[in-house]
């Protein structure tokens, strides 16, 4: 018995994590059934997330990979199921009193969303188009039923409908790149794949070039890069605000992984089919995010235009198919997820007897009724904005430095432009909550939000002094690939 | 070899042409039923093309399962399927559009195949029979060692299905009685009998056997 857990120890996190899950389900379905025992699975979920965190930070450095290759571990991996775990367990801290008052704090919500931690986990780690697909749907159907959680709300349960609709006809697609691509290679293992994508013939392949191109529309559609980004601000709005907290950072962040595990390790023979289609979704993606986000009024509305215009600047650095350009993917999505786990947070304390509130008007004078909230939530719109020294600016600066020393001039200078005219809104915010007539003030922000407002606030303020540690994780997570 | 020939073109065009008929009958009882049997004839292409299990899956759980649950849905449900058609109808050119790229990149794809044989030779058919062994014993060698990983989470996925099934449809009704078994057989004349005097010519209504609310009601 241990010499099996001993050859499996690579995948210990994983198993943890949906071991979590099955006995959390049964401690929830054995205990009463009242909000004291949800909060207690919250919390014993949260445990199980740390205890795999703590597994994958003590793995050997070296990286192994299990099954025939279709689970691998290498830093790249642990590096993004770090950043996984960490925004899964700020979405349960973050849910608990809210759905407390909305009166759906139930044990399911934990173990659901160990399960898509555990399908995201899947996903970094695939190394096969079947592991690929199955942690994809596995996190996938999870997200599905978290969006539509307020069941009986009739905007949540439209989100939850919307998102699992349009997330079948792009799991649909993705399978039928999968197949086309295994079609034409004979291999469904990503190293295989590239053994035989490569070299001129591989160039003119067509049915490989579609293939991959149906494979990249999949993940495209799941990290809400343009154009398949339709879903994105319904859902956002509809589901719950935990959930779009949920929604902006853990599984973006997988998705990116996936993205670019499959375009650096299985189709690295033809990197120029693949650059065109990623520069087009970061091009596309940021000039939306940008300009579409002007007319919101409603800021789950807003902070979903904004992830996908984060998207679009995240993916500019792997267009480069550089070292320096998955490190850059990489700081991209550490920053971005501290950064709309905060803004989501305090949306989340947007309440007040009534309810909670979304207008981006109700933060009027937030300034003077609850200055530390409006100074946290000014430093993050700040940061979002990339005003230096703040994290975001040191984001976009990692995400485009590579792309200028590789020469992608012109992609750089459209990113540049779409971040000046992203500013645009994020300041309308902080004007708005300091020098607009004060509205009615908020209820006092809860601890739990509270801390996550203020971790990440301090983190993107004080970024600029210690910035090494993440830089150095990041490059040396890069180096799990061959270029 | 003439003989495998025919059976697979009469399987095929059987299974085209039912197809053809699932969106076009105007019963959708027929429609299901017509389903059916397009998986019975691709059942049958899976044993012409050696793969039996599959075969035998398609037909006991498709048609056992999934298409007898179709018929269930169909019977149950009241849908007014001349209001569908009408909104078929609206978007069908919009449809014939779609379907008219997607065939044009369909046939660019697989006409590249057949004009070029180096194109072909590089569709590789990676599955060999291997002598002796049956594909649902093949299977089964694999399924539970080298695609254990797999099998897990594809049960781990089935696991959020039932979950998401029970979290977003059960609720708990108020007042609804359900049997407790082991209530039941707890009981003893203590607790399932009292004796109540009842005044002469009036009522009483006993505390324990109806409900658990508090009630002691003595009238005359």
Not at chain 1, 357 to 362: C, N, S, Y
Not at chain 2, 68 to 97: Q, S, T
Request: aromatic share 12%; proline share 4%; charged share 10%.
């Amino acid at each position: 018995m241990m010499q099996f857990l001993n050859s499996i120890a690579p995948m210990w996190p994983e198993l943890v994590v949906a071991v979590g899950a099955l006995v959390l389900t049964l401690w929830g379905v054995f205990r009463p059934d009242n909000d004291r025992e949800a909060e207690v699975v919250s919390w014993l979920a949260i445990l199980v997330l740390g205890v795999a965190g703590w597994l994958i930070l003590s793995q050997p450095a070296a990286g192994s990979s299990l099954f025939g290759g279709a689970f691998i571990d290498d830093g790249f991996g642990r590096f993004m199921k770090i950043l996984a775990l960490g925004a899964s367990a700020a979405a349960i801290l973050l849910s608990i009193d809210d759905f407390r008052d909305h009166k759906v704090l139930k044990f399911e919500y934990p173990v659901l969303i160990l399960l898509a931690t555990a399908g995201m986990m899947m996903m970094i780690s695939a190394g096969d188009l079947l592991s690929l697909y199955l942690g994809l749907e596995l996190q996938s159907l999870s997200l599905y039923v978290v969006a539509a959680f307020r069941r009986d709300d009739v905007r949540s349960s439209e989100a939850g409908l919307k998102y699992f609709v349009l997330g079948a006809l792009s799991s649909g697609m993705l399978l039928y790149g999968a197949s086309l691509v295994y079609g034409f290679t004979g291999a469904t293992s990503f190293a295989q794949i590239a053994q035989v994508a490569k070299g001129a013939n591989a160039m003119a392949n067509v049915g490989l070039v579609f293939g991959l191109v149906f494979l990249l529309v999949g993940i495209a559609f799941k990290i809400s890069a343009v154009p398949f980004h339709m879903w994105t601000p319904d859902v956002y709005q509809g589901a719950p605000t935990p959930v779009t907290a949920f929604f902006s950072a853990a599984p973006k962040v997988a998705a990116i992984a996936l993205l670019v595990r499959v375009v650096t390790s299985a189709f690295p023979g033809i990197a120029g089919q693949w650059q065109q289609i990623v520069a087009f979704l970061a091009i596309a993606s940021m000039l939306l995010g940008a300009f579409a986000a002007i007319g919101q009024t409603n800021i789950k509305r807003l902070l979903a235009y904004s992830s996908i215009a984060n998207v679009g600047f995240a993916l500019v650095p792997l267009v480069t198919n550089t070292k320096e350009g998955v490190q850059g993917v990489l700081i991209y999505m550490a920053i971005y997820v501290v950064m709309t786990l905060g803004a989501f947070a305090c949306v989340i304390a947007m309440r007040r007897e009534e309810g909670s509130v979304e207008e981006i008007d109700e933060l009027a004078g937030l300034a003077e009724r609850n200055g530390p909230m409006a100074a946290a939530l000014a430093a993050l719109m700040f940061s979002l904005a990339g005003i230096p020294p703040l994290a975001g600016f040191w984001a976009k600066f990692y995400a485009f430095m590579p792309a200028i020393k590789s020469g992608y001039y012109i992609l750089s200078v459209i990113g540049v432009l779409a971040s000046v005219v992203g500013a645009y809104y994020y300041l309308r915010i902080v004007k708005v909550m300091y020098f607009d007539k004060p509205a009615k003030a908020f209820l006092p922000v809860r601890v739990k939000v509270g801390f996550v407002i203020s971790v990440s606030a301090i983190f993107v303020l004080l970024f600029v002094i210690a910035p090494s540690p993440l830089v150095n994780a990041a490059s040396t997570a890069a180096a799990s690939f061959r270029y | 070899m003439w003989l495998a020939d025919v059976f697979f073109y009469l399987f095929a065009v059987l299974a085209v042409a039912s197809g053809a008929m699932v969106i076009m009958a105007k019963n959708p009882v027929h429609a299901v039923l017509f389903l059916i049997l397009a998986f019975f004839n691709a059942a049958g292409l899976f044993v012409l093309l050696g793969a039996e299990f599959l075969a035998m899956l398609l037909v006991i759980v498709y048609v056992g399962a999934v298409a007898v649950l179709f018929l269930f849905v169909v019977m149950m449900l009241d849908v007014d399927f001349a209001e569908l058609r009408a909104g078929f109808i609206k978007n069908a050119p919009l449809g014939l559009l779609i379907a008219g790229i997607v065939l044009a990149e369909l046939i660019m794809v697989l006409g590249f195949r057949l004009v070029k044989p180096t194109t072909l030779a590089k569709a590789t058919v990676p599955i060999s029979t291997v002598a002796g062994i049956d594909n649902t014993t093949a299977l089964g060698r694999v399924i539970y060692t080298q695609y254990a990983y797999y099998f897990e989470a594809a049960g781990l996925i089935l696991f959020v299905a039932m979950i998401g099934a029970i979290v977003l449809t059960l609720r708990h009704k108020e007042g609804v009685r359900r049997q407790s078994i082991a209530a039941q057989v707890a009981r003893n004349p203590k607790t399932a009998m009292e004796v109540v005097k009842v005044p002469s010519g009036g009522f009483t209504v006993p505390d324990k056997v109806v409900d658990n609310k508090p009630k002691e009601k003595v009238g005359a």
